[in-house]
């Protein structure tokens, strides 16, 4: 595993491709699962990776997501642990996987309270 912690005012979309080609001078052409936030790779970057037969997992943008909707809504979900669900859209050469976690659920209705209620104290 391997990570590199950039500037606080770093655009992560300008590092991905000099932080592809360095990991891959230190540690060779190897096959392996590049893991990027949504707001990291550019579809450019990410086509690059196809044209050379990297494997990747990275969040899907929102637009995205609602583009295939009508398809999320057809397919059953699939549990794979206690807490977690998912259903898996293959298009061309991708496969996206929605994931539906208890935890997550939770911690984002917990954040959104937690807004709310600054609003409402912010409006008193």
């Known amino acids: 595993m391997a990570y590199e ?3 606080g005012n770093t655009q992560d979309r300008t590092t991905l491709p000099e932080f592809l080609k360095k ?3 230190v540690y060779g052409k190897l096959n392996r699962l590049w893991i990027m936030d949504r707001g990291i790779p550019t579809e450019e970057s990410l086509k690059k990776m196809r ?6 997992l990275v969040g899907t943008p929102r637009g995205k997501l609602s583009k295939l909707e009508k398809q999320l809504l057809k397919e059953p979900w699939k549990k794979v642990q206690e807490n977690v669900k998912v259903k898996l859209i293959r298009e061309e050469k991708e496969l996206y996987i929605l994931t539906f976690s208890n935890g997550r659920r939770d911690k984002e209705r ?3 309270q937690r807004r709310l209620r ?3 104290e912010r409006l008193k």
């Open 51 to 56: 044209e050379h037969n990297a494997d990747y």
């Open 110 to 112: 917990s954040m959104r």
């Open 23 to 25: 990991i891959e001078t």
């Open 118 to 120: 600054n609003l409402y």
């Open 5 to 7: 912690v950039m500037p």
